[in-house]
């Protein structure tokens, strides 16, 4: 495992489940589609609608819709501050598990 | 000496790193090329590289077997999420892959020294090639995998 780059930060709208899988799933990609997104994390339109919400609200997730073949797609990722606050988060748990 | 209540927040952060890394992994799968695509592109240059060097210059037409490989990765990458560059791995320019990639190499070389001549030699060193390059191949695309999804949780850019 590499060292963080960010400093530990512990993030409670990133320690949700969800939202911190939705975190990781996005965290190796410069983008995904929701379906995408949906299929890797096998959860429902609307649970997973509400979730990639909060996180975009927070600032964490730029949303993309556009339109291919007629039908309205949408494109997910991580924005910088989002991406922050995220490996401050991941390298926040490792901190906990460190401890003796 | 650690209290019941943090080893419980221990075993808590511990499950969802875990979590965390099966995600980004799963992600960098679904992201990256299909198993099969890697499969006959390294089948195809095992073919490639034996029949040039045994019946050049016959044989320089079987290029054109890369065609609908190109076409097949076209397609594959037709709705999939877009890998992160990897800014700063170390774990990839000093690592396995790197590693994989230069026992790689010296592998091809060593082959060119391989004069196949008869029917029997050629299919045996297509074979030889073929399985010698997908375990490289496979090495490296796992290496390359870890990378990035250790990439995407530390680098902040």
Known sequence: MTKSSSKAQFDELIHAPLRLRICASLAPVKWAEFAQLKQNLGVADSVLSKHVKQLGDAGYLDIERFAKLGRSHMRVSLTRIGRRAYVGHVAALREITAIK | ?157
Do not use: H
């Open chain 2, 1 to 157: 000496m650690v209290s019941p209540k943090d080893r419980t927040g221990q075993d808590d952060a511990a499950r969802l790193l875990q979590s965390v890394a099966q995600e980004s992994g799963q992600m960098v799968k679904a992201s990256g090329n299909p198993r099969g695509l890697l499969t006959s592109v390294v089948a195809i240059s095992a073919v490639v590289f034996t029949l040039i060097q045994a019946y050049p210059p016959q044989a320089y037409w079987l290029a054109l077997l890369y065609l609908p490989i190109i076409l097949w990765y076209v397609l594959a990458q037709r709705g999939r999420a877009r890998p992160r560059t990897l800014i700063n791995s170390p774990s990839l320019l000093a690592g396995a892959y790197a590693g994989y990639f230069f026992i790689c190499i010296l592998l091809i070389n060593c082959l060119r020294f391989w004069d196949a001549a008869g029917m029997e030699e050629v299919i045996a060193k297509i074979v030889v090639t073929f399985i010698s390059g997908m375990y490289l191949v496979t090495k490296m695309q796992t290496a390359y995998n870890k990378a990035r999804v250790e990439d995407g949780n530390d680098q902040v850019l």
